[in-house]
């Protein structure tokens, strides 16, 4: 997919480690510039020749709108936005929802929406500013419309990545005469340091082998997710909006009582 992307500057709001840093580094292989927001907390990644990394929290106002602002300046221009950032609120109280805290539940929907609610934003107004159209691309959870209660029973978390659906939608019906797209990839469980619980727990590995049984059965590199994640943001991709796309190894259409 070398220089399908030539000529494209994007923002990527949670791009210094798993899918986030996975699809900066193809992005650029295939021709763009891109402006990282990281987490303070999260590894380090260094800027290059056609990356700026910035860290910040992208849970706080203005921080999506100071990446797109460097992205103009380092840049020249800003064509897409992808946000990543997100995560699990497990271990402050999501869970199944008899048990679920409103501390988890509060912790989890501003990771999760609040934060991509911020960076949609930010790209929309500036999009609209630039009378150019644009592109959004979000990050869902097989959990939203699949549900694991045995191994990942975090409501929350679900009900957080299902209006990631809903918001995008509504996005994508709202802002298409402008010629602003957007779409939510949905991975399965992905090596991520988000899933280093489940990397370590062999039940769950075994049922991965069978819920998600491309490939000899296996969790979702970060880079499986690259090369439909290029294609959004390009030219090749300018009728397609308001779509929810799965990459999931299977998940969702995988009998998970199935025996190998």
Not at 130 to 138: A, Y
Not at 162 to 182: C, D, E, P, W
Not at 208 to 229: E, V
Request: glycine share 12%.
């Amino acid at each position: 997919m070398n220089g399908l992307l030539k000529g494209k500057a994007i923002v990527i709001i949670g791009g210094t480690s798993g899918i986030g840093h996975s699809a900066a580094k193809a992005m650029t292989n295939s021709g763009a510039s891109v402006v990282i927001i990281g987490s303070p907390e999260g590894p380090h990644v260094k800027s290059g020749k056609k990356s700026t990394v910035l860290l910040a929290d992208a849970r706080h106002e203005g921080v999506a709108e100071h990446a797109i602002d460097r992205c103009l300046q380092d840049f020249g221009s800003f064509d897409g936005l992808y946000h990543v950032a997100g995560g699990s609120g497990r271990k402050y109280g999501d869970g199944p929802i008899h048990q679920l805290t409103k501390a988890g539940w509060d912790y989890t929907l501003e990771l999760n929406l609040t934060s991509m609610m911020l960076s949609n934003r930010a790209a929309v107004n500036q999009f609209l500013k630039q009378k150019s159209g644009g592109v959004i691309l979000n990050t869902g959870s097989v959990l939203a419309e699949h549900p694991s209660p045995e191994h990942f029973s975090t409501h929350a978390y679900a009900a957080s990545k299902a209006a990631v659906s809903g918001l995008t939608k509504a996005m994508a019906s709202a802002y298409a005469t402008q010629n602003i797209r957007a779409n939510v990839i949905v991975p399965g469980l992905t090596e991520t340091p988000m899933a280093a619980r489940a990397s370590k727990d062999k039940s769950i590995l075994k049922f991965i082998s069978i819920k998600q049984p491309l490939d000899g059965g296996r969790m979702a590199k970060p880079s499986d997710l690259d090369g439909l994640a290029v294609f959004l943001f390009s030219d090749a991709a300018q009728f397609i909006t308001g779509q929810i796309i799965k990459i999931d190894g299977g998940w969702s259409v995988t009998d998970p009582f199935k025996s190998k």
